[in-house]
């Protein structure tokens, strides 16, 4: 999460008495509850359930910040003002300077960013691993977008994974090939590594078959942690 504190320089400050209150109906991670100072990875979503913005959420002791991307701040502290309605809440946009990111360790710790490996409204926040990072409660009351993402999870519907690559003259926008079928595209790349968002039952038919990664000129490794491996069984198997 240190390496996503990099990129998401600009902060939307919520204060007053119904913060909590306003978060917790809107966003995907749990707000109520966290102490002063705890920081949390969240989201809001579209009523479609794509991501219309993610951030690192940190309780205040008068209510919330969040830090976000540069490129989408405006507009998120735009429809912040615009769910407020009534809410007794002060919302404020401080711009951040921009900051050297080490692409690098972001890469290899398999943290996608705002920006650099997805946009507004282009991915579920499972494609990137939100859930994985504790920035979705399907346990919490309902978000926007709620319905979908967590009827997905529900019936084990999640299709789709960022995954990270190992590999030498992996780029940035090439697709992800094995035993002639695609699998997905490269997302973001640095010397020695990428970020890709897959179809996970196809990489699990890929690696059962001992099919290689390729793109057309180099081969990939996927790094594969053991709760994919446990979600591409479950796929496999048909359980939910």
Request: negative net charge; contains cysteine; aromatic residues 4%.
């Amino acid at each position: 999460m240190n390496t996503l504190a990099e990129i998401y320089t600009s902060r939307i400050t919520l204060d007053g008495p119904d913060t909590v209150a306003l978060l917790e109906r809107l966003v995907t991670c749990r707000v109520e509850g966290l102490s002063a100072g705890e920081r949390v990875h969240g989201a809001l979503l579209t009523p479609q359930g794509k991501v219309l913005a993610d951030f690192l959420l940190e309780r205040t002791e008068t209510g919330a910040a969040l830090d976000v991307s540069p490129e989408i701040a405006a507009d998120l502290e735009k429809r912040l003002k615009l769910f407020r309605l009534r809410a007794d809440v002060e919302i404020v946009r401080t711009d951040g300077e921009a900051r050297k990111i080490d692409h690098v360790t972001r890469i290899g710790n398999v943290s996608p960013a705002f920006g650099h490996d997805f946009g507004t409204a282009s991915i579920f926040p499972t494609d990137v691993n939100l859930d994985i990072d504790g920035g979705v409660d399907y346990k919490k009351g309902c978000f926007v977008g709620q319905e979908v993402v967590s009827r997905m999870a529900r019936r084990g519907k999640i299709r789709k994974r960022t995954v990270r690559l190992d590999g030498n003259g992996l780029e940035a926008g090439t697709d992800i090939i094995a035993g002639g079928k695609r699998l997905g595209t490269i997302t973001s790349a640095s010397a020695v590594n990428a970020l890709a968002v897959l179809r996970i039952d196809h990489l699990a038919g890929a690696l059962e078959a001992g099919a290689e990664l390729k793109t057309a000129d180099a081969t990939a490794r996927p790094h594969i942690p053991d709760w994919l491996t446990a979600e591409m069984e479950a796929l496999v198997n048909g359980k939910d």
